[in-house]
């Protein structure tokens, strides 16, 4: 059975939303899906008979809540750590839980949904995607406000490297993707009025598509998804 399992972190909208429905789109795909929003996913995943959703908070016992959906899975094929929390504020403003807030969801809680992970990749190997930002991204153009966002997706972007040089003799695979502007909730309450030159949907057919395939080449490579230049 070739069936895969392909999990995805932060489902009940915006890319992540969009990933799933992409990815399921294929009947041999076992799609996972999970967020806090247990409610939005079950309107968003309705009738689609080969997702499963769960609720799923990247800020408490993460690797408990982890660990308990995956143990009802076989294995898991593909990982895509998609999730993210975005905090717009003058740097002199940012709190302390702004900065632990952003460092939870779009770093730590990643971690350990990764070593929770990991035992279900074995032994056939698995590809693990995170999904970082073009602003953590070292020597792009940088936006004020952002410093916990950005600090926090660089070192996402830094995590895949030292995971895959740990790893590098298993065949479990883990790359970062740092997207550029895509027109979701997340960009529209961020940035009002913004207008980004990719939608959710299209930014979403580039990462199910890497997720499927990218590992075949490169591992530990973190990588810009972005029409800007350089
Ligand atoms: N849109 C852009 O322009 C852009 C650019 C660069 C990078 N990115 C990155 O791309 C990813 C997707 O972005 P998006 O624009 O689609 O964002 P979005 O519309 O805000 O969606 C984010 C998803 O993450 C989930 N999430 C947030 N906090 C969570 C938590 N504590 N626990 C579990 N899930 C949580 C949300 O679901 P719940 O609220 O249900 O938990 C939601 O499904 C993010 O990592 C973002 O940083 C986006």
């Known amino acids: 059975m070739n069936k895969k399992t392909i999990v995805v972190v ?8 969009s990933l799933v429905k ?3 789109r294929n009947k041999e795909n076992k799609v996972v899906a999970l967020s806090r929003n247990a409610a939005e996913m079950q309107k968003q995943f309705q009738g689609i008979d080969n997702v499963d959703f ?7 016992k993460v690797y408990e809540q982890a660990t308990a959906v995956f143990s009802n899975l076989q294995k898991i ?5 998609n999730a993210g929390y975005l905090v717009n504020k003058p740097f002199r403003q ?21 070593q929770a992970a990991i035992s279900k990749m074995e032994p056939i190997g698995g590809h693990i995607v995170n999904i970082s930002s073009m602003g953590g991204f070292q020597g792009t153009v940088k936006f004020a406000g952002l410093t916990a966002y950005s600090t926090s997706k660089a070192a996402l972007c ?28 997340m960009l529209e309450e961020a940035f009002p009025g913004y207008q ?32 800007s230049t350089p």
């Open 22 to 24: 992409l990815l399921a």
């Open 158 to 185: 830094s995590f895949t490297e030292l995971f895959a040089e740990e790893h590098k003799d298993s065949n479990i695979k883990m790359n970062c993707l740092c997207l550029g502007a895509a027109q979701t909730e």
């Open 10 to 17: 932060g489902a009940s909208r915006g890319i992540g939303a």
């Open 94 to 114: 940012l709190t302390e839980e702004d900065l632990q807030k952003s460092y939870q969801v779009n770093v730590f809680g990643v971690i350990q949904t990764v």
């Open 77 to 81: 094929d593909i990982l895509i750590n």
């Open 196 to 227: 980004a030159p990719v939608s959710a949907e299209k930014m979403a057919e580039f990462i199910a598509d890497f997720a499927e395939k990218g590992h075949q080449w490169i591992n530990g490579k973190i990588i810009p998804i972005s029409l």
């Open 54 to 60: 769960f609720s799923f908070d990247l800020t408490n």
